[in-house]
């Protein structure tokens, strides 16, 4: 059974701070994807990692994969308030010829003080 | 280009109540999936459909089905709703099995 692990689960920290989540799989996964989500609203796609090494960077956000240790970093550079929100990883994988959807992790809160 | 749709983005029912789920997906897209999320969880894999077919299922009880239509827009229902039921339900939709997925803005269904 495919499992995600994102740590942590909730972070407090003031703008201008960086900071990093961590995202943990348990087996080869096919693709590495996080979203955002603000409270009561569905699902942003911020990045798809697909290889290893693979790195991806939009404005204060900045994604990585290691598919050898099965990790991937979401990193926050001189965060703002903007950016408080909920972040998950999620990974897939297609079995069998079937398709087993996506696996997130629980997602990491995140909220930035002034 | 429309993105994915759902409707209603609101529900109440009753335990032991039917309800249907509604998505449209965007254009272009033939493969519709179906995750709930509830509250401060991430969201679980219920299933997926591909060219009309069920193609790939999470651990949901039988009481969850589906249908996906041929202009690839999908119901999703659920029977005799528990307690447990209330969540947000999110739709997602894809131009093939296996490739990037978009999401609708979900129905937040709450069973009392």
């Known amino acids: 059974e495919l499992k995600v692990e994102q740590n942590p689960l909730f972070l407090s920290m003031q703008e201008g701070k960086n900071y990093t989540i961590y995202c943990n799989y348990s087996?080869?996964?096919?693709?590495l994807y996080w979203y955002r989500q603000d409270p009561g609203k569905s699902l942003e796609s911020l990045f798809v990692?697909?290889?290893?090494?693979a790195v991806k960077q939009e404005g204060r956000l900045m994604a990585s994969l290691d598919t050898k240790a099965r990790l991937s970093t979401l990193h926050i550079t001189a965060a703002v308030h903007d950016l408080s929100a909920t972040y998950f990883c999620?990974?897939?994988?297609?079995?069998?010829?079937?398709?087993?959807?996506?696996?997130f992790g629980k997602g990491t809160h995140l909220i930035i003080q002034p | 280009e429309t993105g994915v749709t759902q409707s209603p983005t609101h529900l109440i029912k009753t335990r032991g109540q039917q309800v249907t789920l509604r998505c449209s997906s965007q254009?272009?897209?033939?493969?519709v999936s179906w995750y709930q999320q509830a509250l401060g969880q991430g969201p679980q894999f219920i299933f997926q459909?591909?060219?009309?077919?069920?193609?790939g299922r999470g651990n949901f009880p039988p009481r969850f089905s589906g249908l996906q239509f041929p202009n690839y827009s999908s119901e999703l229902n659920v029977n005799a709703l528990e307690l447990d039921d209330s969540a947000l339900y999110l739709c997602?939709?894809?131009?093939?099995?296996?490739?990037?997925?978009?999401f609708g803005q979900g129905t937040r269904l709450t069973v009392v």
């Open positions: 997602a939709s894809s131009l093939l099995m296996n490739t990037e997925a978009f």
């Open positions: 087996t080869t996964s096919d693709r």
């Open positions: 990692l697909l290889s290893n090494g």
């Open positions: 999620a990974v897939d994988i297609i079995a069998g010829g079937g398709a087993d959807g996506l696996t």
């Open positions: 254009s272009g897209h033939n493969t």
């Open positions: 459909y591909y060219r009309e077919e069920e193609n």
